[in-house]
């Protein structure tokens, strides 16, 4: 430590529990961050950047080590390349820190035996958003990739019109018990309901009478009425139940008569149920395929584009974009790029 600045490194499990076990550690010596004391959150951003890739949040693989100010001098150049490379003792470590109070907990039972002191809550806080923004990172990137595959590009930095960012949905999605705004609108409202929605419509799933159903449902939801309470409205409702569970659901988008009457006369008697994005195709192809994304955890690489395709074609790009990313949200970053990778080889030309 030099004045009120210190060295420190971020280091994963192995690395440290080799430096307890052999007395030393290679790594490059540019992992090692001059840091204030308190310490900026550009140089914790640094810090843990610089650490090798581990499972993201995994703690338990993830400590800082402090060095003594001659850390360098004292250091052996690595013959691999001695401009870089460094082999550093346990002698110069003057102090180890974990990143969790979990993680602390589980780590004393490597350091007691060595008469180490285990130091904790330094870098908790900075880990704690360091793992948050890189989650964030890598929400966007696998959104960003679903959108390319439809040729759909958006700038996801930038806010949406309704207020929103793009990674609020993808909170959203994944998690319908997220809030966002005291006053919701739309899109969240949507989101947060999407698994009520589902679990009433599951009788009619497979018809086309699904998207009159969630849209029902959907107005319930959000404008606290029910669509039933007029006779005119109930009578063209259940007129396109009735036409609508007779006709299987496609992935062509099969047509019924009744049911987009239906869905045109809940549009006029109830506008503030939606919006030029949260359409009434919207809110079904939004329910029917963000359900099977958080219950089954992946959706069918053959009915994404078809419902995108049609989704585009009711409406807006604006709907097609937001439900991109929203079932990126829902699919979470691994499992989201799986399907990209399946739409990329699949044949595409059934969007045209």
């Known amino acids: 430590m030099s004045g009120d600045t210190l060295f420190a490194v971020a280091i994963t499990l192995t690395e440290w529990r080799s430096l307890l076990g052999y007395g030393e550690i290679r790594f490059a010596r540019r992992r090692v961050q001059e840091i204030h004391v308190p310490p900026t959150a550009k140089e914790l951003d640094r810090l843990f950047s610089w650490g090798p890739t581990t499972v993201l949040g995994d703690g338990n693989d993830v400590l800082v080590i402090e060095l003594s100010d001659a850390w360098l001098h004292n250091a052996r150049r690595h013959p691999a390349q001695p401009s870089e490379l460094v082999m550093i003792t346990a002698d110069v470590v003057i102090a180890h820190h974990t990143v969790g109070p979990d993680f602390h907990a589980y780590l004393l039972g490597d350091a007691e035996p060595e008469g180490l002191q285990l130091s904790q809550g330094r870098y908790e806080e900075p880990w704690t958003m360091w793992v948050a923004n890189q989650e964030k990172v890598r929400d966007l990137a696998a959104a960003k990739e679903m959108l390319r595959v439809f040729s759909l590009n958006t700038d996801l930095s930038r806010k949406r019109q309704d207020g929103y960012t793009w990674h609020d949905l993808i909170r959203l999605a994944r998690n319908s018990k997220t809030s966002i705004k005291p006053s919701p609108k739309h899109m969240e409202d949507l989101l947060r309901s999407v698994r009520g929605i589902s679990d009433a419509v599951a009788g009619v799933h497979a018809t086309v009478a699904f998207d009159l159903a969630a849209n029902v449902e959907w107005i319930r939801a959000r404008l606290k009425k029910d669509p039933f309470a007029k006779k005119s409205t109930r009578v063209l409702i259940e007129a396109g139940l009735d036409a609508g569970q007779s006709i299987p659901w496609s992935r062509s988008g ?99």
């Open 254 to 352: 099969s047509e019924c008569q009744p049911v987009a009457d239906a869905l045109t006369h809940l549009v006029e008697k109830f506008p503030r149920a939606y919006t030029s994005e949260t359409t009434p195709q919207m809110v079904g192809a939004t329910v029917r395929v963000i359900m099977v994304a958080k219950e089954d955890g992946k959706v069918d690489p053959i009915d994404v584009p078809s419902i995108i395709a049609l989704l585009a074609k009711s409406g807006t790009d604006e709907s097609a974009r937001t439900l991109c990313v929203a079932l990126s949200g829902a699919l979470g970053p691994l499992m989201s790029r799986r399907l990209t990778k399946a739409l990329s080889s699949a044949n595409m030309t059934q969007l045209n």
